[in-house]
């Protein structure tokens, strides 16, 4: 690659991940602070309200999939059916073994099997102590939401924000679902904004070794990746570029992610990618509008939260979309957008109507579009903020209080 393309592509800040420091408060560890305390305020009102003190009610353990009789932690039980979190739990007690069924656990789609980086870095922080898991979960998320608050303050310094304009991106309401049920897509999450940091900070080893580390955790991060792909294609085709090292930035996390998928199909006998595609997606905005109709028939509260939610989202996607072309967000990163957003339209009604206003499926067009938005000069924040302060609170009461 030429140099001067290279500062094209991988702009803005070398030494953008040598900035945490300081005390200043534009130092990115106070969105990382600030993101620390209101996760462990979460988990601690929600242990002591839904819990009663039992750390494994953040698993919601249903009696379909969890035998309470073999599991050695002896979750507590609520619904027949449960939640996801139930699989990850099952999977980060053991996460070589891939059988359907293990520890009084069994996994419902194959699916669950390639979202192995939070179940696995959940082992690691038990140090392999199985009784240790249900805690391991929960601090696992706490640390990577931490985690997401501060590289997400230096994505906001790269793109001319102060640091604070991290907790955007970070704040995401989405995200306290997966809080709330040990789920996936805060871990996914901190891995690919730490990959952005690092592609801007002119490192594609590190951010290879962050965004494999994100499209194991959830496959949805693969449109950063395929994005990265497209932008390289585009250099070689109109700039006659030559492949470099920067490429490892996209090739290795797809390797990774392909090695896995081979992994799971020798084990299972099916590709997990391909094991739920048809029943995730339909017709462009047809889910979208069925959703929205239900949620009149629900409790005043949910369907609030639905459409200040929804409000929300919406709002971000919309300024990203009129702020691409005039942002300073690199062009991967607008790739990237488009990407996301043309997946959420075309999602199904499985997906928006899994919980009537869980919103943590979004995760990666809400982070991508503030980003995108963080990068327009003079853009107006303060709507999609207090829209996004506003959902916070009302999904935060209400998860502290339900299942």
């Known amino acids: 690659m030429h140099a001067t393309h290279q500062v094209r592509i991988w702009e803005r800040g070398s030494g953008l991940l040598d900035s945490v420091g300081g005390a200043t408060p534009d130092a990115p560890w106070v969105p990382a602070a600030i993101t620390f305390i209101i996760a462990t305020t979460f988990v601690v009102l929600r242990l002591e309200r839904i819990g009663a003190g039992n750390i494994s009610a953040f698993v919601v353990a249903g009696s379909h999939s969890v035998d309470a009789a073999t599991d050695p932690n002896h979750l507590l039980i609520g619904s ?67 985690l997401l608050g501060l590289f997400s ?48 900070s002119s490192r594609p080893m590190l951010a290879a070794a962050a965004l494999s580390g994100a499209v194991l955790s959830r496959e949805t991060t693969l449109v950063l990746v395929v994005a990265l792909l497209l932008a390289r294609v585009d250099d070689a085709v109109r700039r006659k570029e030559r492949p470099s090292r920067v490429d490892v930035a996209w090739l290795v996390p797809l390797l990774v992610f392909g090695a896995w998928q081979v992994t799971v199909r020798i084990t299972t006998g099916v590709f997990p990618l391909s094991s739920d595609r048809g029943s995730n997606l339909s017709l462009p905005f047809v889910a979208i509008v069925r959703a929205v109709g239900t949620w009149s028939h629900q409790t005043f509260r949910i369907e609030l939260i639905g459409y200040v939610s929804l409000l929300s989202l919406g709002a971000v996607v919309v300024l990203a979309v009129f702020s691409l072309g005039r942002t300073t967000a690199l062009r991967f990163e607008q790739i990237a957008f488009c990407l996301a957003l043309l997946m959420t339209v075309l999602l199904s009604s499985n997906v928006w109507n899994a919980d009537p206003v869980e919103f943590r499926t979004f995760t990666e067009l809400w982070i991508l579009g503030c980003g995108v938005i963080l990068g327009r000069s003079g853009g107006r924040l303060a709507v999609p903020a207090i829209l996004a302060c506003l959902a916070w609170l009302l999904v935060a009461a209400w998860k502290v209080t339900s299942i």
């Open 80 to 146: 027949r059916a449960g939640y996801d979190g139930q699989f990850y739990y099952r999977l980060a007690l053991a996460p070589w073994d891939l059988s359907r069924t293990a520890f009084g656990v069994t996994i419902d789609v194959p699916l669950r099997l390639q979202r192995i980086g939070y179940p696995a870095i959940a082992w690691l922080m038990a140090i392999g102590h199985r009784q240790w898991v249900p805690y391991s979960l929960v601090a696992v998320n706490v640390i990577a939401l931490s």
């Open 153 to 200: 303050g230096l994505w906001a310094r790269s793109l001319g924000r102060h640091a604070l304009w991290g907790l955007l991106p970070a704040g995401y309401f989405g995200l306290e679902y997966s809080l709330a049920r040990d789920l996936t897509e805060i871990t996914a999450a901190c891995f690919m904004v730490a990959g952005i940091v690092s592609i801007r």
